[in-house]
């Protein structure tokens, strides 16, 4: 399924998708800086935009910048509502602990996901319905470590995390 969905554009480039069918469009920088190890700085993209109602914008880490030279975003997702019109800035955090990261402008160094939102309704309640995984949190399903590293492992239902 295709959808085209009309976003306004201010500034400087349009976010490009680099590849047909890609869910990210990129996001460069404006601006030359540098990122020693463990820093972290807000970039500034040029761009400003309008979404449609009903739609909002995430800013998410490219992962061959993540995986290649750490950098990621900090928020990730960031959220631009539909409302907001400023310029969108990326916070960029270098979690190599040895190698400063160079970024120069027209660098990407994000990418834009354009996505449909549905509102909720919150309704307090004394008490809510039960499920399988109950209250389970964090590491709930265990793991199983080894030389192939973690893996998940079901839970009494036999469905994995």
Do not use: C, W
């Not at 990122?35 to 400003?48: D, I, Y």
């Not at 030279?69 to 997702?77: E, R, Y």
């Amino acid at each position: 399924m295709t959808e085209t969905v009309e976003v306004l554009l201010h500034g400087a480039g349009a976010p490009a998708y680099a590849h047909p069918g890609d869910a990210g469009a990129d996001l460069v920088s404006v601006e030359d800086l540098t990122l020693e190890p463990g820093q972290r700085a807000t970039v500034g993209t040029g761009v400003s935009i309008a979404l449609p109602a009903g739609y909002v914008a995430l800013v998410v880490p490219r992962s061959g910048l993540a995986a290649k030279h750490g950098i990621t975003v900090v928020n990730t997702p960031g959220t631009v509502d539909a409302g907001y019109r400023g310029e969108i800035k990326v916070i960029l955090l270098n979690t190599d602990s040895r190698e400063s990261y160079r970024i120069a402008a027209g660098d990407r160094i994000a990418q834009l996901l354009v996505l449909p939102v549905t509102r909720a309704r919150f309704i307090p309640v004394d008490r809510l319905p039960g499920s399988q995984r109950g209250e389970g949190g964090f590491g709930s399903t265990g793991y199983r470590g080894g030389a192939s590293g973690a893996q998940a492992s079901p839970d009494q239902s036999g469905v994995s995390e």
